[in-house]
């Protein structure tokens, strides 16, 4: 038997790294997806086959798991390391113990701030979980994906999980979330090129707000008040020219604070200024920072604001925001 599965990658909208602070935050599933098959080995070992892992400027291939983290990989084998921890948990809350094998292809770039590591175990858990019979709700599946999270990064949210297996806009809270109403939001991701490691950032940012609670912790609540007026912004009955007009601007303000985490970088600076002077109603790092992505908000200025970022030095993304979150076939 074996059994396929896919998860989505997704854009952080409002509140990243403040989510880890217990602020709320809105997040989004995009139209990138991770694909897992998986089928049981009657070795009793695990093995992972990963194809088209997108680490910038490279694009990685791997087959027997004995030897992936013996490459300089970096990037790809964290990712991994993401897998191994998904399965290790699934045998665990199934009480097997069986060999497994499971391959990997995926169209989300690696360390983008995109969370393709979320995707990956997300579609790793739904895929061994019915392979073992395993009938778990998409929020357990959740649950065990923030549990991978903490295992390989130490500090995690589970904002990007959830979102993975729910799909469409969520508001997530302290382990908690509500799907927001579904709306079609004309954005492009601007991808620098470099990724940002996340855990590392997390880090950064809890060192400075241990040095600095006087400065850190405004900043953090401002960014909570910002995500609650984002999601009255979201659910009220406005006109949507003036509702994407306002979100814009809390994308603007709320670039700005992760600025003043100490997440952001001239490129992603580049790229957020060239999106706004090429028409954009607003634009943010979206993920982690340091790196990775920016998001523009940019209605019927989509091409522009692409052109803008190529021309800036980044990578534009014209995507779609996904109902879909996990899916188990
Ligand atoms: C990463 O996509 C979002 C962060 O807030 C980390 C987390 O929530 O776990 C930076």
Known sequence: MRVLASAPAKVILFGEHSVVYGKPAIAAAIDLRTFVEAELRDDGRIRIEAHDIKVPGLTVSFSESEIYFETDYGKAAEVLSYVREAINLVLEEAGKKTGVKVSITSQIPVGAGLGSSAAVAIATIGAVAKLLGLE????????????????????????????SAIGGFI??????FENLPFMELPIVVGYTGS?????????????????????????????????????????????????LRKLGELMNINHGLLDALGVSTKKLSELVYAA???????????????????????????????????IAGGTPMVTQISREGLRVE
């Open 276 to 310: 706004r002077t090429a028409g954009a109603l607003g634009a943010k790092i979206t993920g982690a920072g340091g790196g990775g992505c920016m998001y523009a908000l940019a209605p019927g200025k989509q091409s522009e604001v692409a052109t803008a970022i190529t």
């Open 195 to 243: 990724s940002g490691p996340t855990k590392e950032l997390v880090a950064m940012v809890r060192r400075r707000y241990e040095d600095m609670p006087e400065l850190m912790v405004p900043i953090i609540e401002a960014m909570g008040k910002l995500v609650e007026k984002a999601r009255d912004l979201i659910t009220a009955e406005l006109d949507e020219e003036e509702k």
């Open 171 to 176: 508001y997530y809270e302290k382990g908690r």
């Open 136 to 163: 778990l709700t998409r929020e357990e599946i959740a649950k065990l994906g923030h549990k991978v999270e903490l295992l390989v990064q130490g500090a995690s949210s589970g904002i990007d999980p959830t979102v």
